[in-house]
Structures are given as C-alpha cells and as structure tokens.
C-alpha cells in the first residue's frame, strides 16, 4: 500500500527580525519585543535585556512557574517573562518552531487582547524553511486531568495536526454555552481564531487591581462583561470571540509541551491553569506519547523510488 506522505514538514523560523512594543495587561509596564530568527532544535526562547542574567527562558511546561490569570515562565537563574500565551499561541498557530525573543520589561505586550498582531508581524516578516525536519509529540494514550467539573484531554488521532473541541459555559448571557472544534492547520488559525480577545467581569477587576493585576487592562485589550451587557462599545467580534478565545489560549498553552501535538485535544471550561497542568501531566508520562518526525514517510519514498528506478 502507498504510504500517504501529504507534505514532509520542516522546522520553521522568521525570514527577517520583528518589532513590537507595548504594556503588559497585569503589570502594566511597558516592553519592546525584538522577535529574532532562531537556528533549528533551539526553540522558541525569550531573553531578558533589562536584567543582568542573559540565560534564555525556555518556552517549555516545566518552566510554567504561575498560571493564575496567564503563564509565566522562569528559568533556574530566576528571569522571568509573564503572559507568553497569546505569543505562543501565534507561533503554534503559525507553525513557527525556532524563535529568540529579545525583552526589555516583564512581561509581553498585550497589544489588543488577542494574536493578531503576533500572527500580521509573522506574515510580513515571512517564514523560512530550516533543513531540519520538525519534530512532532504524537500522543499514544489518552492522558486526563480534572478539576471538580472541569476537565481537558489529550488522546491519539489518525492525522499529523492537532484537533481541538472545547466547551465552555457561563451564567451570563453574553457568553452562555459555546462550544467549537478546529483543526490547527496552516492559514486557518490566523483567519479563525487569531483576532479573537481575552474576555473578563467587571465584578473582578477592583479584586484583580488590589491584587496587583490587571494594572495595564483597558477595554483596548480586553472584552469586559458586567451583568449580561457587554461593556465594549464596539461589542465582540464575533458571536462565540469567547470560546474562539478560549482555544486560542489552549493552542498556546499546548506549544509548552516543546512541539506540536498530533493528537486531539477536548476540554470542558479549561483555563491556564488546567492546560499546563495537562502538559506536565504529559511530559511525566513519556509512555503516552513519542516524538515523530517525516524522516520514516521520507525513507519509505526514497526505498520505493530506487526499486522503481
């Protein structure tokens, strides 16, 4: 039988370096961004200019050190980088694997709540194919996490990509029940799910301001609900911008496995906090699941070309 190759994926890095600039919504101070190309098997890394320690912070689960409103990694030198999830996710959403990530300030510029400008700056700049072949996780048993009523999974597909089904559902009637599921194929997650905004309630924003967070939210990075009216004057940018939210964040937080996933992943009412904890749940137990690359589908095109020749 013919082995069905579909395209052999390469790893990918940035054509050119990228600028960006902003505050960050929980600290509200301001940062600069240099998104620079990466060589291959590096990763996604985010470097702290400000500070005196110059040792990368790998973009990976287990240096998730705080999840409460976003995830923030640290490295074992104690540099810290906060709300990498809507960067990450523009990455894993634009299929962008090697990336060095120059930071003057705490934490990644909001920007507007969502990945869009993550994912305009990477189409302007260009991808460019490395030589190395991009390496997958492909789950091979299903792995559960649950939390009270909440719940996220990952479990084994037929397919190289990764699917995702979540469900969300809220007492107000600006969210209601929503749920969607999606395939994270090339183009698709830049046209879908991208622009979609990070969503809060009024009634928390003194809380989260006493806390210390939220200092830099506005209704220019944020969808704001109160009761069951929405506060933005412009209103939402589509119907289910929520759950459409809600798998954009999953998609970032998913990328700290250290790769893509080929598998399929299903939650009900997931967070921060239960995706990373899904992560670590994968990454300690390495019997579910194994890294791929299309060097075997690549083999077996190359063996079946020389007995035709």
């Not at 030198?77 to 996710?89: N, P, R």
């Not at 030589?131 to 190289?160: F, M």
């Amino acid at each position: 039988g013919r082995v069905r190759l579909g395209r052999v994926e390469y790893q990918t890095t940035l054509n050119t370096a990228v600028i960006c600039a902003g505050i960050g919504v929980h600290s509200g101070a301001r940062a600069r961004m240099v998104i620079k190309p990466a060589e291959a098997h590096t990763g996604i890394r985010f470097r702290r200019t400000d500070l005196d320690v110059q040792t990368d912070i790998l973009a990976r689960g287990d240096h998730v050190t705080e999840v409460q409103l976003g995830t923030t990694l640290t490295n074992e030198d104690g540099a810290s980088v906060a709300t990498v999830e809507h960067f990450l996710a523009a990455c894993a959403g634009m299929g962008l694997d090697n990336l060095l990530v120059e930071i003057d300030g705490p934490e990644v510029p909001i920007m507007d709540g969502s990945s869009a400008v993550f994912c305009e700056l990477f189409h302007d700049a260009g991808l460019r194919q490395q030589t190395a072949l991009r390496r997958r996780i492909r789950i091979l048993d299903t792995v559960e996490v649950q939390d009270g009523v909440k719940w996220a999974r990952l479990s084994p597909s037929q397919d190289k990509v990764l699917t995702l089904k979540a469900k969300i559902e809220f007492e107000t009637k600006a969210i209601g029940t929503q749920q969607m599921a999606m395939r994270l194929v090339p183009g698709l997650f830049a046209r879908d799910i991208a622009f979609a905004r990070t969503f809060g309630f009024a009634r928390d924003v003194e809380t989260l301001k006493a806390m210390g967070l939220a200092r830099g939210g506005s209704l220019d990075n944020a969808v704001v609900i109160d009761g069951d009216e929405i506060i933005n004057p412009e209103g939402l940018r589509s119907d289910d911008e929520f759950i459409r939210h809600k798998l954009l964040d999953a998609v970032g937080d998913l990328m700290l496995a250290g790769a893509s996933i080929a598998g399929l992943y299903e939650a009900r009412q997931p967070g921060h906090a239960m995706n990373n904890k899904l992560v670590r749940a994968l990454l300690e137990q390495p019997e579910t699941w194994c890294w791929e690359t299309d060097a075997e589908a690549l083999e077996s095109l190359a063996a079946r070309e020389s007995l035709s020749a």
